[in-house]
């Protein structure tokens, strides 16, 4: 962290967001306060430290990430994998990541969601090889995040999420337009490219 925020203060770059796929994965309020008190050791102050808040399937430490996001001002968000990226915090069944928009809705979540919007079941994992690292394109195609982007839009209007949902490193252009169109229709949401 302190490497991190030493070289973006060094670029000019006012604030870092940290993700939570970290090992151990950022899910708990033990953990955030770790990693706050981490970045204020570092003594960086030009730059603004924040961290996104994990999500699980579990409605009971969603509500938790709800209370340490209220808590923290440095909790900018929560993050929620669709399908298994770095890390272990793939909530891949649609049913669990229902859950988690339903929890997040009734505990009134208001703030932003980043979703890596990737759909498990499109995943071709087998493929990935390291020394050839085109095949990790092939391993993830544009069919996966297609899905997922049209997982989530579904699942914002079914639950009654009322925060901003933001796609995080957008690759499909079809993707995209599947967003702009639900944000023509009134979605708050935004995406980050990739």
């Known amino acids: 962290i302190k490497h991190g925020l030493e070289v973006a203060r060094d670029s000019g770059v006012d604030a ?3 993700m939570p796929n ?5 899910i708990t309020r033990d953990l955030v306060v770790d990693r706050l008190r981490l970045a204020k050791d ?9 961290v996104y808040i994990g999500l699980t399937g579990n409605s009971e430490q969603v509500k938790q990430a ?14 929620l994998y669709a399908g298994h990226s770095v890390g272990n915090l793939g909530v891949v069944r649609v ?5 988690v928009y339903e929890t997040l809705s009734r505990e009134g979540y208001r703030g932003v ?7 498990e079941s499109e995943l071709h994992p087998e493929i990935w090889r390291p020394e050839e690292p085109i095949t990790h394109c092939h391993a993830r195609p544009e069919a996966s995040e297609i899905a997922s982007v049209r997982d989530q839009i579904s699942l914002v209007y079914q639950t009654g999420f009322r925060g901003k949902l933001h796609i995080t490193h957008i690759s499909s252009p079809t993707a995209l337009d ?4 639900a944000r023509r229709r009134g979605l708050d949401a935004t995406v980050g490219i990739c």
């Open 16 to 18: 870092v967001f940290d």
């Open 66 to 79: 709800v209370d340490i996001y209220r808590e923290f001002p440095q909790v900018v968000g929560m993050k």
């Open 42 to 50: 570092a003594g960086i102050d030009s730059v603004f430290y924040g």
């Open 113 to 119: 969601l980043v979703v890596h919007a990737e759909k």
């Open 95 to 99: 049913e669990d990541q229902q859950k």
């Open 178 to 181: 599947i967003i702009t169109e």
């Open 22 to 26: 970290t090992d151990p994965p950022i």
